[in-house]
């Protein structure tokens, strides 16, 4: 491509757009099923269910430390199956970027996004790009659709949940909203803080023989808080924090004390929550801790009785109630 | 919902949020597989070859004579379906909304969508809303990605054609580009041109059992010329239309007179373009010309030689090359 920069040609269907979609997109992409001239692909047969699930994003800065919109475009549509008990296979991929947008920024964004995908072996099967005036836009927001099959037996849903149950978290909340929030220029700051964006595959594989294995879910938007608070809503059933036990790092904590945000409410996008039963928590537990995503895992709470609310008891003794998020804490996070 | 427009709080994973998506999103597009509380849906089994397509929408106004962006988004991806010989079963949506958009006009197009999937026969199983800050968006962009399964023996595809096949279109082509871009204030017209949007699934299920039909496009970005453009490029088959035969409002030819544009070269909604054996090209158009979507079909040319480019033989006699587009005619026009 002769061109530096998106301009509103590379988006009608001509020439431009041609370029763009095959120099760029495809050949960063190329996989036996990802055929530019069709207008959809086929599929191999599956043996199994079938799963689907969707996601958008829109993060801001487009590259942060530990990660950029192309890489959490893959880690969150793989994720939403692999806490839902799938495998991922296939990918849609949807573009929408804005006119004048570097192409040189955008092709490290699709460089980061295929190698995303080969990590979690997902192949992008279809895709399509927009392009929208400037200042119609972010940059490039992402869409991703992940097609993947069930592991057979395992049926897990909020519904399995029972009361005594545990909560466990795979490692260190907050982390990928606080290195997004930082790498913003209007905070003035910088940290060493890394997002934790990342697959989830290997810690929710960690978890296929645990019977009493309940129901996974990733914390991201709105954090574990926001979790609980869905767990709370669904069942009715009242859930118990631990914050001795919440891991949250020091930088985070540091952070979220100078600008006024409770880490709990905070994004991961590397991160499960797992609600299993009692007798089988410290096994679990001990399983995600021999990976090397988790090593900081910790048993966090517990799924108390019908009436309760959620409480966190606080490190000096206290409860607080977590409540439902009402105002925004953080735009463009994910 | 009290609120009368969208703030970033609608995207923040706590209340507001829930209420979007349940009172407004779900309540309009429900339907047994549609569960918000889950991260993946799970599907029915399938009983042949699966195909899967995505398309993204960013068309400006949100709503135009004759549609709007909801129902473009169900038509868009059923169409990429049912072009390649599939019957559409399951979509994915995502929602890019922007800080500030009236709930009212969402909710119109979300009924809108319903609507349009109900007509189609398929299903929103899983979805994703995204909120943007104010002048980072164009109101809304939608993203779907739709699933369906193949039509056992029916194997289409750009490689099928052969010199002599004959190119058919189901209607009047630049209706919608037309439409849209006279919906735009800032031409200033206004003409009781509706855009063509619409499922053409009873125009590919008309062609089902023709033998010869050896490839189907919709002429989207870059209209029907972009549609020769690409099968020359694929097949290196020269192509030549008459445009005495090709069906173009008079209004369309009007306001494109006007403003400088090739009908040729403007977005369709609604429309098929076929290649189709010549001993079957006049059964296949009587076939669509006793659709009610079909009425104006007509043969409009066919594919030559190796060696030859896209010709149109212009209706003084002439002859016309039509080049692949370079410069962008149209922006956020699908």
Same mark, same amino acid.
């Given at each position: 491509?002769?061109?530096?920069? /998106?301009?509103?040609?590379?988006?009608?269907?001509?020439?431009?757009?041609?370029?763009? /979609?095959?120099?760029?997109?495809?050949?960063?992409?190329?996989?036996?099923?990802?055929?530019?001239?069709?207008?959809? +692909?086929?599929?191999?047969?599956?043996?199994?269910?079938?799963?689907?699930?969707?996601?958008?994003?829109?993060?801001?800065?487009?590259?942060?430390?530990?990660?950029?919109?192309?890489?959490?475009?893959?880690?969150?549509?793989?994720?939403?199956?692999?806490?839902?008990?799938?495998?991922p296979l296939?990918?849609?991929?949807?573009?929408? /970027?804005?006119?004048?947008?570097?192409?040189?920024?955008?092709?490290?964004? /699709?460089?980061?996004?295929?190698?995303?995908?080969?990590?979690?072996?997902?192949?992008?099967?279809?895709?399509?790009?927009?392009? $929208?005036?400037?200042?119609?836009?972010?940059?490039?927001?992402?869409?991703?659709?992940?097609?993947?099959?069930?592991?057979?037996?395992?049926?897990?849903?909020?519904?399995?949940?029972?009361?005594?149950?545990?909560?466990? $978290?795979?490692?260190?909340?907050?982390?990928?909203?606080?290195?997004?929030?930082?790498?913003?220029?209007?905070?003035?700051?910088?940290?060493?803080?890394?997002?934790?964006? +990342?697959?989830?595959?290997?810690?929710?594989? +960690?978890?296929?023989?645990?019977?009493?294995?309940?129901?996974?879910?990733?914390? &991201?938007?709105?954090?574990?808080?926001?979790?609980?608070?869905e767990i709370h809503?669904? &069942?009715?059933?009242?859930?118990?924090?631990?914050?001795?036990?919440?891991?949250?790092?020091?930088?985070? &904590?540091?952070?979220?004390?100078?600008?006024?945000?409770?880490?709990?409410?905070?994004?991961?996008?590397?991160?499960?929550?797992?609600?299993?039963?009692?007798?089988?928590?410290?096994?679990?537990?001990?399983?995600?801790?021999?990976?090397?995503?988790?090593?900081?895992?910790?048993?966090?709470?517990?799924? &108390?009785?019908?009436?309760?609310? $959620?409480?966190?008891?606080?490190?000096?003794?206290?409860?607080?109630?977590?409540?439902?998020?009402?105002?925004?804490?953080?735009?463009?996070?994910?």
């Amino acid at each position: 491509m002769q061109h530096t920069h /998106i301009s509103l040609a590379h988006g009608n269907g001509g020439r431009f757009m041609r370029e763009l /979609i095959n120099e760029l997109f495809a050949r960063h992409l190329a996989n036996p099923l990802l055929n530019t001239r069709t207008d959809a +692909a086929a599929l191999p047969e599956f043996n199994g269910e079938v799963m689907i699930t969707t996601d958008g994003f829109t993060v801001q800065p487009l590259e942060f430390p530990g990660g950029d919109i192309g890489a959490l475009a893959i880690h969150g549509t793989v994720n939403d199956l692999a806490v839902a008990g799938a495998e991922p296979l296939y990918l849609s991929l949807n573009a929408f /970027i804005e006119e004048g947008l570097e192409i040189a920024q955008l092709e490290r964004i /699709i460089q980061s996004l295929a190698t995303a995908a080969k990590h979690a072996g997902v192949n992008i099967v279809t895709g399509d790009t927009k392009v $929208v005036r400037r200042g119609e836009g972010g940059g490039l927001y992402l869409a991703t659709t992940g097609v993947g099959l069930k592991h057979p037996g395992q049926n897990l849903s909020m519904d399995q949940i029972q009361s005594g149950d545990r909560l466990l $978290v795979s490692g260190p909340v907050g982390d990928h909203g606080t290195a997004v929030m930082l790498a913003r220029e209007q905070f003035g700051m910088r940290g060493d803080l890394q997002s934790d964006a +990342a697959s989830v595959l290997p810690l929710t594989r +960690a978890l296929r023989e645990f019977s009493g294995l309940r129901f996974m879910r990733d914390p &991201t938007r709105g954090g574990l808080a926001s979790v609980m608070q869905e767990i709370h809503q669904a &069942t009715g059933f009242g859930l118990r924090l631990w914050q001795t036990a919440i891991p949250v790092r020091e930088p985070v &904590t540091a952070v979220c004390e100078m600008l006024g945000y409770d880490p709990l409410y905070l994004a991961c996008e590397g991160r499960v929550v797992a609600v299993i039963a009692e007798n089988q928590a410290e096994d679990a537990l001990a399983q995600w801790q021999d990976l090397p995503q988790g090593t900081d895992a910790a048993l966090v709470g517990k799924i &108390t009785t019908t009436g309760q609310r $959620v409480i966190l008891e606080t490190d000096i003794g206290g409860e607080r109630i977590l409540e439902e998020l009402e105002d925004d804490p953080l735009p463009r996070i994910c």
